[in-house]
């Protein structure tokens, strides 16, 4: 799977946008982006995933770059209850040996009140 | 549709006994992983066993655990002669099929006294 780098941290005040960036520059054509978030103490949440076109739902929207190496999760309304750690992971979906999930070190967004 | 569920919650055991942590897939979910997450440290993958057959194993210390997802009721991660080092939470995730989305249960903190 290929390796994704996120900000160590970031800070948004509550009601704001929280936008946070991925960065998969060797991402290959069949392997999809998902996040993940673990609040303090809890199970990780899937989020939203996405290959190349944006994609919404209820909890966020997933940006991706036309060259798809890189991409945003937005957080439009950010509440103190999204505190947690985001995790950006990218694997492939349909076919191949691995169904494991890689998770790195994550972002850990503060939403400040 | 209840999510994934494990249980105990929380477990004590003392240095030399055996652990058993459970987990419940999501109704119709045939898939079940394992993840390990130390303290202060990231989740790292451990097992992925379908219906009575593991697939991907590779995280897995070589010795005292073992993992079991029989034809009938739970995944099984068995820890044998605990050592403080396996202090940590331990997360069961499931799917509905390889390759689909996982989502995670609140896991199981193992404290090993």
């Known amino acids: 799977d290929a390796k994704t780098t996120q900000p160590t941290s970031m800070d948004c005040a509550e009601g704001r946008a929280a936008n946070l960036p991925c960065n998969h520059s060797?991402?290959?054509?069949?392997?999809?982006v998902y996040w993940y978030r673990q609040i303090h103490s809890q199970g990780p949440q899937y989020i939203i995933h996405?290959?190349?076109n944006n994609e919404t739902n209820e909890m966020a929207s997933l940006i991706i770059t036309e060259d798809r190496k890189s991409s945003t999760l937005i957080l439009p309304h950010a509440t103190l209850r999204d505190t947690a750690v985001y995790y950006c992971?990218?694997?492939?979906?349909?076919?191949?040996?691995?169904?494991?999930?890689?998770f790195g070190t994550g972002t850990l967004l503060a939403v400040q009140p | 549709n209840a999510g994934v569920m494990q249980n105990p919650r929380h477990l004590v055991r003392r240095r030399g006994q055996e652990a058993r942590l459970r987990c419940s897939p999501m109704?119709?979910?045939?898939?079940v992983y394992w993840y390990r997450q130390l303290p202060e440290e990231g989740l790292k993958f451990m097992v992925y066993?379908?219906?009575?057959?593991?697939?991907?194993e590779s995280g897995m210390p070589k010795e005292r655990f073992s993992a079991e997802f029989p034809k009938e009721g739970p995944s099984i991660l068995r820890i044998q002669q605990v050592v403080r080092g396996d202090s940590a939470a331990y997360f069961c995730a499931s799917s509905p099929a390889h390759q689909e989305t996982q989502y995670f249960g609140p896991g199981t903190r193992l404290l090993v006294l």
């Open positions: 066993l379908q219906k009575e057959n593991i697939i991907d």
């Open positions: 996405g290959l190349k």
């Open positions: 992971i990218v694997r492939v979906r349909g076919g191949g040996a691995t169904n494991k999930l890689i």
């Open positions: 060797t991402i290959s054509g069949n392997e999809y």
């Open positions: 109704k119709g979910h045939s898939h």
